[in-house]
């Protein structure tokens, strides 16, 4: 096995445990309350509000084969990749504006910068920046791949439970099953960047296991405690 | 000064991941918080974990213990911040032999390092100032627990990776010197390796199995037997040749002049909820070097950042430690209570922390997130 072939096979069961953990179940059979929905919406926001930032850091440290493939993506997050395109954080407030919770931004917004304080602040556990880029990169891009196998059923039962029209569900839309080639291409940046930095397949590994250690899906989209209920730790 | 106000908030931290050993399997910190008021408006905050199997006490018996013991022996109490410890050592005395419970030692921690906090808030200093740092910075120890070869193995790699060089490892479940090759094999000749066998043994089974070790170069073995098994604990020691860690035998200052009483032991490990707080476990430190024992600061499975800064700063304080355990942080709870981490950083280090009170600054919604219960009272 190689190492892409590993953190794909992580990517896919956590994908699985997310669609299939409760607080998701409850959410897509139109259970839960609208306050549920609204703290999920809420939720995606406030973790993806950083991801230009983080994007910025792994075009910093990836190796020189990967580093066109970065750059596209973070323009496009960014919104600057073509002509009036828009940044994935305005299609994030689109979404919530959509759900009519826009006197939530600033606060939404407050929270992802104290989020992203706390990780700046978190004394690093790896000695230099190639294991940090590694282990940042394989955080960053499980949401990618996530995203490309579960975001149209996401935007489904927005759209069917919470009354979404297309223009608040389009950052889904662009991270749909269409967007399977990113997912894809961050598996090839993955093991381009292993190479380059002379992991070998136990260290990348470790690298992994430690970085994925928990289902961030769940904890950033709902909470720990449901993340804790997924795995039975509650 | 005087406390006005106290709060208990018992609270359920999801773990990471399970953390096994011989007394008890673990997937979530039972933790209590408690917060006091004073009559100037400050807020401190301390913390205790009741355990069982160490002192009796569970959530139920802290919980009454600080409501209708220390609680009321602390309200319109004046406190003198100068010589603040042996003050609330008057105002909130260690009690012992309540039934099942050995010593109310975590109710005390958690209130003692509340008022702590809040005092020191309230005259702009810092815990550093109280217990003045010996030590530019801490190494912190990781620590392996029970799991199949294969896992073990794996998690000394890890732990490698992130440079720890000090490891603790839970054993006496099974396969324990198989457990220790496996590891020792990973982590090579130079980390320093110790096994926390937390009472699984008999005197006999110990010696065969401390034995059995000695190629593995293991540095220290902690509670080998049953708790408080004085006479053979000592006979254990004159057997073998790898030094011996009280734990569980170690929760009260007569437990310490029994261990030195039967010259039973090499080293004390204090930890601040076993052991009462700050005030009881700079006595035990200071009774440890008085005969010439060593000692390790350890910490509670599933500490938060309130007793992780207060291990921080009473192991930086004695300096001279052979081993210190917490800090783990997001490591092993799903999330902390502080603002900025506690976690230690690469190879285990730590850094001195600097700010008022216990120089950590905790979230309130955290709190409120993860409270399971929680009892008010005011003057």
């Not at chain 2, 205790?48 to 959530?59: A, D, H, K, N, S």
């Not at chain 2, 815990?127 to 070869?149: E, F, K, N, R």
């Not at chain 2, 937390?198 to 000695?214: G, I, K, P, R, S």
């Amino acid at each position: 096995m190689n190492i892409a072939d590993y953190i794909e096979d992580i990517y896919r069961r956590q994908a699985e445990e997310f669609l299939a953990c409760d607080a998701f179940q409850q959410l897509e059979s139109g259970e839960a309350p609208r306050e549920a929905y609204d703290q999920f919406i809420g939720n995606i926001f406030r973790t993806h509000q950083n991801s230009p930032q983080f994007l910025a850091f792994l075009f910093s440290v990836a190796p020189p084969s990967a580093q066109d493939r970065v750059a596209h993506n973070l323009l496009e997050e960014m919104g600057i990749e073509e002509e009036g395109g828009e940044s994935h954080p305005q299609l994030l407030t689109q979404l919530i504006e959509g759900a009519g919770l826009a006197h939530q931004v600033s606060d939404l917004e407050e929270a992802a910068r104290q989020a992203m304080r706390e990780v700046i602040c978190e004394p690093l556990l790896f000695g230099s920046l190639r294991e940090v880029g590694f282990a940042a990169m394989a955080e960053v891009f499980s949401f990618e791949h996530m995203l490309a196998h579960t975001s149209t059923r996401i935007a489904t039962m927005l759209r069917r439970h919470r009354g979404l029209d297309d223009d608040a569900l389009v950052w889904f839309s662009h991270h749909s099953e269409v967007d399977i080639v990113h997912a894809q291409e961050a598996l090839l940046t993955l093991a381009e960047t292993a190479e380059y930095y002379d992991f070998d397949f136990d260290e990348a590994r470790d690298v992994a296991d430690l970085t994925l250690r928990e289902n961030v899906f769940i904890k950033r989209y709902f909470d720990p405690r449901a993340l804790a209920e997924a795995r039975h730790l509650s | 000064m005087k406390v006005v106000g106290l709060t208990i908030q018992p609270l359920r931290i999801p773990f990471v991941e399970r953390f096994q050993h011989s007394l008890k399997d673990r997937a979530a910190s039972d933790t209590v918080v408690v917060r006091v008021q004073l009559e100037d408006g400050t807020y401190g905050y301390g913390e205790g974990l009741p355990r069982p199997y160490v002192t009796g006490e569970t959530v139920e018996t802290l919980v009454t213990h600080v409501s209708e013991q220390l609680w009321p022996a602390l309200v319109d109490q004046k406190i003198f911040g100068d010589e603040l410890l042996a003050n609330l050592s008057e105002l909130i005395p260690t009690s012992t032999d309540d039934g099942p419970v050995r010593a109310h030692n975590s109710a005390r921690c958690a209130v003692e390092v509340a008022v702590v906090d809040a005092v020191l808030r309230s005259r702009a200093m810092g815990l550093h100032d109280l217990l003045p740092p010996t030590a530019d910075s801490l190494t912190y120890s990781g620590v392996i627990t029970a799991g199949d070869l294969e896992s073990v193995a794996r998690r000394a790699r890890q732990l490698m990776r992130v440079g720890l060089s000090h490891i603790k490892v839970k054993v006496g479940l099974e396969d324990t010197v198989e457990r220790i090759a496996a590891i020792r094999k990973e982590l090579g000749p130079d980390s320093v390796l110790r096994i926390d066998a937390n009472a699984a043994w008999t005197v006999d089974q110990a010696a065969e199995v401390l034995q059995a070790l000695e190629p593995y170069n293991v540095a220290s073995c902690e509670e080998p037997l049953a708790p408080q098994s004085w006479s053979d604990l000592a006979e254990l020691r004159q057997r073998v040749s790898t030094p011996l860690i009280a734990d569980e035998s170690l929760v009260t200052a007569s437990d310490a002049q029994q261990l030195v009483a039967h010259e039973a032991i090499d080293l004390f490990n204090i930890r601040l909820s076993k052991c009462g707080g700050i005030g009881p476990c700079l006595e035990l430190a200071a009774y440890a070097r008085e005969h010439g024992l060593g000692y390790q600061v350890g910490a509670h499975v599933g500490e938060t950042a309130l007793l992780s800064a207060v291990g921080r700063h009473f192991a930086a304080h004695l300096g001279d430690a052979r081993f210190v355990e917490g800090s783990y942080g997001t490591l092993l709870l799903t999330e902390d209570l502080s603002r900025t981490s506690l976690r230690f950083g690469h190879q285990g280090k730590g850094t001195l922390l600097k700010g008022p009170g216990l120089g950590v600054d905790i979230l309130e919604e955290r709190l409120e997130g993860y409270a399971v219960g929680r009892l008010e009272f005011s003057a």
